[in-house]
């Protein structure tokens, strides 16, 4: 498929002057999954267009501007049947919602930041690129510590690979590319002790066990885990956030152990979110089969579901899950729906390690959009700014949310 015919199609819909064939052509590309990979990278080149430019929706406009796509201009009276059409037609679609609505925004914010730059009111821009910048704020990186079983606490990065501990054949390694790596070279039990890898804020990290399972843990999590697993056991502790991809192994469940639930698998891939101080934990399913066990309570999880488990509750809560929303961090993104800016903050905070405080009214402050956690908070703080909700004042490590008066 030619990209360049895909985005001249993406820009004459946003500019509202596609044909009845162009729309159809176009129809026809995105609901053709064989082209995913070539319409993923040509929405990768526009979202480097326009990524540093201001990125904010609602997940109704994103939804919206996709169905114009695909539908035309024309009404439609069931909004529930014309989801579930946008839904079967590109399952992706939020991914498109959002650069498109990128592209939309970013023309009026363009004009809006010319206007300022002729009556003098562009002076934000440069007071959170410099604030940033002399506060030495930056996104996460690969980063964490790992106490081993002897009580040793070793700094996990890049100026420290190679082997971390010996303990029989049993090797502990740190790689260049933020992971550590388990070496087993015998069959030989009895090796008992345990290492704890702590992840702090600003960092991530992956894990590699020894039986082949991998672990991607988020900013401000821990993961304790044996040296060497026991015959027909498999068990790890965890609390913050983790992607993991099990070993299939029928005759020895793995189990995460977390303060609110315990999840029991044999070989999939899901991700858990059990940060303490939220007193809320879910567990998504990305593919395979997880029992969820909370006291005396267990649910069993398909594909594309969601378990959560809150402080004080026995019940167990099943829910459709959002796999993109969930799995974001582990993409490098932040995706934002229609979410309290205090949520959104948390997450924020956790991954480029700053304080948070909030000042004003912001009861009511929602906001969307998709960012690379993986770039500079600038952008993401004038995206939010550009809606007027709310301003941000730098100290150091804290940043203040002010709620403002003003509404979109």
């Not at 109704?60 to 009276?77: F, K, P, S, W, Y």
């Not at 399913?285 to 488990?309: F, M, N, R, W």
């Amino acid at each position: 498929m030619d990209n360049a015919r895909l985005l001249l199609l993406i820009d004459r819909a946003l500019e509202g002057t596609l044909s009845t064939r162009e729309r159809d052509e176009l129809q026809e590309l995105l609901a053709d999954l064989s082209n995913e990979g070539a319409v993923m990278q040509a929405l990768e080149n526009k979202w480097e267009l326009f990524e540093s430019k201001k990125a904010v929706f609602s997940n109704e406009q994103g939804q919206e501007v996709l169905q114009r796509i695909l539908e035309g201009n024309g009404d439609t009276d069931d909004s529930q049947s014309s989801d579930k059409k946008l839904r079967a037609l590109f399952p992706w679609f939020k991914v498109v919602a959002v650069v498109l609505l990128i592209a939309a925004t970013w023309k009026v914010i363009d004009f809006y930041s010319n206007s300022c730059d002729t009556y003098g009111c562009d002076t934000k821009k440069m007071t959170i690129e410099q604030a940033v910048a002399q506060s030495g704020i930056k996104p996460g990186s690969d980063k964490a510590t790992i106490v081993l079983a002897d009580g040793k606490s070793v700094p996990l990065n890049e100026s420290n690979t190679g082997l971390l501990s010996k303990k029989g054949k049993v090797y502990v390694c740190n790689s260049a590319n933020g992971q550590i790596v388990y070496e087993v070279q015998s069959d030989e039990v009895g090796i008992s002790g345990y290492h704890t890898v702590n992840v702090p804020k600003g960092g991530h990290y992956r894990v590699a066990l020894e039986d082949g399972t991998k672990i991607h843990l988020n900013a401000g999590s821990s993961l304790r885990f044996p040296i060497r697993f026991a015959d027909g056991v498999r068990e790890v502790e965890m609390t913050g956030e983790g992607f993991f991809e099990v070993a299939a192994d029928a005759k020895s469940p793995f189990l995460v152990k977390t303060p609110l639930q315990t999840v029991r698998v044999l070989g999939t891939t899901f991700n858990i979110h059990a940060y303490p101080d939220l007193g809320k934990m879910k567990t998504t399913l990305v593919e395979g089969v997880v029992e969820v066990l909370q006291q005396d309570h267990a649910a069993t999880l398909k594909p594309g579901e969601t378990a959560i488990s809150k402080l004080g509750q026995r019940d167990i809560h099943i829910q459709k899950g959002d796999i993109d929303k969930d799995l974001a961090w582990h993409n490098d993104y932040f995706i934002f729906e229609n979410e309290e800016i205090t949520s959104i903050m948390e997450r924020v905070a956790r991954w480029y390690n700053i304080e948070v405080s909030f000042q004003g009214k912001l009861e009511n402050v929602r906001l969307g959009g998709m960012f690379r956690r993986s770039k500079s908070i600038v952008q993401l703080l004038e995206s939010f700014e550009a809606t007027g909700l709310v301003a941000f004042n730098i100290e150091g490590r804290r940043i203040t949310v002010i709620g403002k008066t003003a509404t979109r």
